[in-house]
């Protein structure tokens, strides 16, 4: 581990120098909502205990206890992004180490590790560089599931660990395990095969770490399986009805800017501020799904907008055109060409893809579909690229072979 850990040592010292270069003590955003919660469970609670709030899971406050207890800067906190990155590309490495030769794993390590939307927010108290981390980590556990026959149950737990975390982070992945489960499920009592019956143990034993927050939560809200309170806005403004607006979220601020726009939702969000929180999101979701199957052709159409914010950020409402978009296109244009290119003769010669790599793409495909179904932005899309670069550099390695002709 610490050999490989080496390699990558020029990424570490990239990314601490943007955070030292960028970072401060001051708090931006979000940043202060994940402090919050941390400081709660400094004191024995997690949700604000006058009004349920469950707007963020509790894994990211988890790793910012240490530093409220311990009163540290919190620059010191935003320190361990670049060691998550780092990891993220060690692990990855060691991933494709199973598959390929050490030059070949080093570049499609190092264009995950420079993949360069990850510096957005690495100087930020974010959930974006610890999701990347712990969906390496899991890619690899899972991987070596299948290959490490004297120790699969350490694997086994410890890819079951890194998925229930990553739920517990963003709160979406619990939908993801609770999706593939029964998948899984149905495929391996349909097959009867090893193949299936592993995926199905990581995601029945992810669920069962995620038990003590579910727990959690239906005392609080009296709801089974109920992993967060901002799904039901984010499939609100995913349904809006209206002409000009493309499905992205819009808050209070936004709004305020185009008041005669925005006037019919800005009430109905008036309204709605004065429930607590669970029946305010329960409100939201009966509201999406009225607007959907009212409008079904607008929500496909701001479906078709979604999916071309998760992958290259763009298009907004009532936003003009800017050249920062080629900050997220440039990149993702090649994962998009690479991984939809390799499609086809990946299929021709489908039995020298190794079985877990199938079981990674269809968790990559119940994350990114249930993913363009909520309104969403690129950073979301951020966890999924180590398992499109992975699929890239497997049909890259092991099925294509480029060459000039003579």
């Known amino acids: ?26 708090l931006w ?17 997690y949700s604000p205990r006058d009004d349920v709030n469950l707007w963020y899971g ?43 030769r050490e030059r070949q794993a080093l570049f499609f390590s190092y264009a995950l590790g420079l993949y360069y939307p990850f510096l957005k927010y690495i100087y930020f108290l974010m959930t974006e560089t610890l999701s990347v981390f712990l969906v390496c980590g899991f890619v690899f556990h899972f991987c070596r599931l299948y290959h490490d026959v004297e120790r ?21 992945f619990g939908y993801v395990i609770m999706t593939g489960l029964p998948l899984f499920l149905c495929l391996y009592l349909r097959k009867r095969k090893d193949t299936f019956r592993r995926p199905m143990a990581v995601y029945l034993l992810a669920l069962l770490f995620c038990t003590p927050y579910l727990l959690y939560t239906y005392s609080l809200t009296g709801k089974i399986f109920y992993w967060g309170d901002s ?22 601020g936004s709004m305020l800017e185009h008041p005669d726009v925005y006037k019919e939702q800005m009430e109905f969000d008036r309204r709605l501020s004065r429930l ?47 050249l920062s978009t080629y900050f997220y296109i440039i990149p993702n244009m090649f994962l998009v060409v690479f991984g939809v290119a390799s499609i086809y003769p990946a299929f021709l010669r489908r039995r020298l893809i190794p ?14 579909g249930g993913s363009s179904l909520l309104s969403a932005y690129n950073r979301q899309f951020w966890p999924l690229v180590p398992v499109v670069i992975l699929w890239i550099a497997m049909v890259s390695t092991r099925v294509v072979r480029i060459e000039l002709r003579q």
Do not use: C
Not at 152 to 172: C, D, E, N, W
Not at 357 to 368: K, R
């Open 231 to 252: 799904g039901g806005m984010s499939l609100y403004w995913m349904s809006t009805p209206y002409e000009n607006e493309l499905g992205d979220w819009q808050w209070m």
């Open 355 to 368: 079985r877990e790599i199938y079981g990674l793409i269809i968790f990559g495909l119940i994350a990114f």
């Open 58 to 100: 509790p894994g990211y406050p988890l790793i910012l206890l240490p530093f409220v207890l311990l009163n540290l800067p919190w620059l010191a906190a935003k320190l361990l992004n670049p060691l998550f990155l780092f990891t993220a590309a060690v692990y990855f490495y060691r991933t494709l180490r199973l598959y390929m």
């Open 29 to 45: 955003a979000d940043e202060s909502h994940y402090v919050m919660f941390a400081t709660n469970l400094s004191h024995g609670y």
């Open 1 to 26: 581990m610490m050999s490989d850990a080496r390699k990558f040592l020029p990424l570490l010292l990239l990314y601490s120098g943007v955070v030292l270069a960028a970072g401060s003590n001051s």
């Open 152 to 172: 699969p149950r350490l694997h086994l737990a410890a890819a079951s660990f890194y998925l229930g975390y990553l739920a517990l982070t963003k709160v979406f």
């Open 276 to 322: 607590p929180r669970v029946q305010r999101d329960e409100a939201y979701k009966r509201q999406a799904l009225k607007n959907i199957v009212d409008h079904p052709v607008k929500y496909f159409r701001n479906w078709l907008a979604n999916i071309g914010r998760l992958l290259f950020n763009y298009p907004y409402s009532y936003t003009s055109q800017k």
